[in-house]
């Protein structure tokens, strides 16, 4: 229980019963999630299941994550699909701190290309929405 404070003045007497107990590895209640930084960019990966296609997806995210480090890219999600509808699919999709999260930039989709990215292509189209400016390296050779 809290004793009541004035206002713009500290508290004193604050029971002991509100600390959080000291962390301890094994003891999962003392456990905190993880805080988290301020978006940059958040990627999204959706592909067909049924394909089979979580190794491109991780590859692509592991990828994406070598180039773009946190807090560039702050998270990338991976979200397998597994219906009629989005058979085949294999899309890449890029939200932006700032934008409107409800209109992420469709950065690759399998079908309209023609086939899935090559990863020198895709980190450019990122790079080019993210960091106009960086150079890939020998990403950026022709």
């Known amino acids: 229980m809290q004793a009541s404070c004035a206002p713009n003045e500290p508290c004193a007497d604050i029971a002991q019963n509100d600390e959080q107990p000291a962390y301890n590895p094994l003891d999962p209640t003392t456990f905190v999630f993880p805080k988290t930084q301020t978006l940059q960019a958040v990627v999204t990966i959706e592909f067909c ?84 400016g960086k150079s890939l390296g020998h990403s950026d050779t022709h």
Do not use: M
């Open 49 to 132: 299941d049924r394909c089979r296609w979580l190794h491109r997806a991780t590859w692509t995210q592991t990828e994406l994550f070598l180039t773009f480090p946190p807090p560039i890219i702050s998270s990338i999600s991976l979200i397998p699909q597994n219906s009629d509808e989005t058979a085949g699919r294999f899309r890449v999709w890029l939200t932006i701190a700032g934008s409107d999260i409800t209109n992420p930039h469709l950065v690759w989709d399998r079908k309209v290309e023609g086939g899935f990215p090559e990863l020198k292509v895709l980190k450019q189209r990122v790079r080019n929405k993210l960091q106009p």
